[in-house]
């Protein structure tokens, strides 16, 4: 719960910053804030772990923050810190999402590495269909003769985020999927269809036909790509929300 307030804290605090970017001190206290409630967040998902139950929505949080300080420190030429409101604002969603939903009992190994598998992919996703957005808002603003790109940070940034983000998302999806029958062939014995599985299914195929229209250079896909990704992150988040296993 108290990571919760931190990250509302830091999500306030960075937004203010980034309307006002004299106030220095609202990005210290945001950034700090973020990454105390990040502490906070690995300390709870760590201690209901070891009582056999999880959240997914929390896993998410912690998983996206933990690529946000990867890239700080990958691209750190680049300020990637100015980022850090949307990030904040991603992780606090998810976080209050976590209070209340997405619980799951940790039964057995294999039912860990789905659940790993699963977040790290939507995650990657999710922040793939992200950069798309502000890409295509940049270069928007970059056509209409404006310089003031969207968190002051380069088109080449978010293109590789958008591209290695997506095609590493869209293997872990394909391995989740593995994943989702052997957990049901092994709990249930028979292979039986839940609204989880059929949704990761369709949404296998979106990314599958929308990796190999881009990919062989089918003029709409590659012309329209980030309309396409975009709209897989709203997929996501649908699935996330009105789907569930049946065991």
Same mark, same amino acid.
């Given at each position: 719960m108290l990571s919760f307030f931190l990250v509302f804290a830091a999500v306030c605090l960075l937004w203010l910053w980034n309307f006002k970017n004299d106030c220095i001190r609202c990005k210290k206290l945001g950034l700090s804030f973020l990454g105390v409630a990040y502490i906070f967040q690995l300390l709870e998902f760590v201690e209901t772990f070891r009582t056999g139950k999880g959240n997914i929505y929390l896993s998410i949080s912690?998983? !996206?923050?933990? #690529? %946000?300080? /990867? +890239?700080?420190? *990958?691209?750190r030429k680049?300020?990637?810190?100015?980022?850090?409101?949307?990030?904040?604002?991603?992780?606090?969603?998810?976080t209050l999402a976590g209070l209340k939903l997405g619980f799951f009992y940790r039964k057995d190994l294999l039912t860990v590495l789905h659940v790993f598998v699963v977040i790290f992919a939507l995650s990657l996703l999710l922040l793939s269909s992200i950069a798309s957005f502000l890409k295509a808002l940049s270069e928007r603003i970059l056509k209409?003769?404006?310089?003031?790109?969207?968190?002051?940070?380069?088109?080449?940034?978010?293109?590789?985020?958008?591209?290695?983000?997506?095609?590493?998302?869209?293997?872990?999806?394909? !391995?989740?999927? #593995? %994943?989702? /029958? +052997?957990?049901? *062939?092994?709990?249930?014995?028979?292979v039986e269809f839940d609204s989880r599985i059929v949704g990761s299914f369709f949404l296998?195929?979106?990314?599958?036909?929308?990796?190999?229209?881009?990919?062989?250079?089918?003029?709409?896909?590659?012309?329209?790509?980030?309309?396409?990704?975009?709209?897989?992150?709203?997929?996501?988040?649908?699935?996330l929300f009105l789907t569930k296993h049946n065991f």
């Open positions: 912690i998983l !996206v923050l933990t #690529i %946000f300080y /990867f +890239l700080c420190w *990958k691209f680049n300020n990637i810190s100015s980022f850090s409101p949307l990030i904040a604002t991603v992780s606090f969603l998810f209409s003769g404006n310089i003031n790109l969207p968190f002051g940070i380069p088109i080449s940034f978010w293109n590789t985020v958008e591209q290695k983000f997506f095609f590493l998302g869209f293997v872990l999806l394909t !391995v989740d999927l #593995i %994943f989702n /029958f +052997l957990l049901l *062939k092994k709990v249930k014995g028979r296998w195929l979106y990314y599958g036909f929308l990796f190999h229209f881009k990919k062989f250079g089918v003029k709409t896909f590659k012309e329209k790509f980030y309309l396409f990704n975009l709209l897989g992150g709203i997929f996501i988040l649908l699935l």
